[in-house]
């Protein structure tokens, strides 16, 4: 083996060593948000009437139909709590 190959075989053993420490990154996160426990209502201030004409329907964290990222249980589209994010 020359020193060329030597060294692409150890660029390719890097890249590759990278690329699957991401996807278990990747995996820990997503396995970490899935078993975190959400939020009550009484914890963000929940209140099922808009906030300055803000309801959660216009959240970045509202899930359709009527979830929320951050809050356990069901939610109404109209309503809002301490925790609204703006869409960008
Ligand atoms: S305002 Fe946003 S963060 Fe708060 S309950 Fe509604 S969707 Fe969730």
Redesign the pocket.
Known sequence: MSEADGKRGLSRRVFLGSACGGVLCLYAATAATAQSKKMTRKE?G?RDEPNDG????A?????EPKY????DGA?SPN???????HVE
């Open positions: 963000v929940y803000l309801p959660c329907s959240c970045a964290l509202f899930l929320c990222v951050i809050l939610i309503g809002t709590c301490n925790y609204f994010a």
